[in-house]
């Protein structure tokens, strides 16, 4: 009897460390990003009860050969190839040492519990909990535009990289809307197309659905070829000026509306907006992330302008998506004091929560319409998440 006891433990063991199954891809060099998936509970974008983007919270902490820590927000990702259905989950990392790293994955489910900052919240989910490993980092070798050059981070006053150049940002605040483009999925009030670009897409350049990428990605190869080094684009301006842009999967209003889904995510948009913003990455061109619109339907849009599940969750899923990307700022929202006034307390709670959740401290701001002088006098106190 003993000796069946024995041979089940050993037999449920193995079973259960096959399970954890977890896979990392990407080149093992400092500075270029690697992707760990994991299989995990299959579940689709649109699912409920549990909602895969809510009630499941997939965090995976880094240790550097220095023991540098980094706790990095991971995401549902569908069938791991921009479909909505599957059991694909994913965390995305950018590794800033060379030598050997090790990674633990913490797999915790429950109602709202992606949103909690709490490790301990939820319950632990065997599917993905405990996973771990290790890979081994080589020194920076081949990469392209700002993947040769590590993270950009405030050094005082100034933006510098990691390799320690410094960076001089000039590039476009038009259109805001970039991302309102007809070539992204799910994306009917497109008021972009880009047509006149088609031409400046170079071959090796990224596209999808044979040829849908082609304009955006040759209008950033455009940009680039003028000297362009950053764009500002909106990431949601539902109840703003274009309407057209938004992570979601289905929106009942482009004018906001209370009845608006804001808590499931377009897996397919988000793995397009993700080729881009890797694309000019490569071309040298800053990710300028303007979260929100100054208009008073977009600010209402998430929990009624207050930092809520909606707005959280929205933080979130961006972060865990695209904040690995070196060269990247957070904007909170545009025209923060416009129309609807959301006042410097409520701005320094959402830009504090990006903080609380941002492994890599990317560089926050705010949008204003006051006057310079008298506009960003608190904002840079020494306990502001803006500092």
């Not at 990431?235 to 000026?241: E, L």
């Not at 004091?337 to 006042?343: A, E, F, T, V, W």
Request: include cysteine; charged fraction near 20%; proline fraction near 4%.
């Amino acid at each position: 009897m003993k000796l069946k006891l024995r041979f089940f433990f050993v037999v449920a063991l193995s079973i259960h460390v096959i399970l954890i199954h977890s896979q990392v891809t990407g080149t093992k060099v400092k500075w270029q990003p690697l992707t760990i998936s994991f299989t995990g509970p299959s579940t689709s974008e649109t699912a409920t009860s549990p909602n895969p983007f809510l009630d499941y919270r997939l965090n995976v902490t880094f240790t550097s050969p220095s023991d540098k820590k980094y706790v990095v927000p991971g995401y549902f990702a569908g069938d791991g190839n921009g479909g909505g259905t599957g059991n694909v989950w994913r965390v995305n990392f950018l590794p800033d040492e060379t030598g050997t790293w090790s990674y633990v994955a913490s797999f915790r489910s429950g109602t709202n519990v992606a949103i909690s900052l709490n490790a301990g919240d939820g319950t632990a989910d065997a599917t993905i909990d405990g996973a771990s490993g290790n890979f081994t980092i080589a020194s920076p070798s081949g990469g392209k535009g700002f993947f040769a050059k590590g993270k950009l981070y405030t050094d005082n006053y100034y933006l510098r990289f990691q390799d320690g150049s410094y960076f001089l940002k000039a590039g476009a605040d038009s259109p805001e809307s970039f991302f309102g483009f007809d070539g992204f999925d799910n994306t009917p009030n497109a008021s972009h197309h880009f047509d006149n670009h088609v031409s400046d897409w170079k071959n090796g350049d990224p596209d999808w659905n044979s040829g849908k990428g082609k304009p955006i990605i040759g209008a950033l190869n455009y940009l680039s070829s003028k000297g362009v080094n950053s764009i500002y684009f909106l990431t949601m301006n539902i109840g703003g000026d274009a309407k057209d842009t938004y992570p979601y999967v289905s929106i009942v209003s482009y004018s906001g509306s209370t009845s608006n889904d804001n808590l499931h995510f377009d897996i397919s948009k988000l793995a397009q907006w993700e080729t881009v913003m890797n694309h000019a990455q490569e071309k040298g061109i800053m990710l300028h992330v303007v979260l929100g619109e100054g208009e008073s339907a977009n600010k209402n849009e998430l929990d009624g302008a207050n930092l809520g599940t909606e707005r959280k969750l929205y933080y979130r899923e961006m972060v865990a998506r695209f904040g690995y990307f070196p060269v990247l700022q957070w904007n909170i929202c545009e025209e923060y004091d416009i129309d609807l006034n959301i006042g410097e307390t409520e701005a320094k709670k959402w830009a504090q929560y990006i903080k609380d959740i941002d492994p890599y401290g990317h560089p926050l701001a705010v949008h204003n319409t006051d006057v310079v002088k008298t506009a960003y006098k608190t904002f840079l106190s020494n306990t502001s998440p803006f500092n």
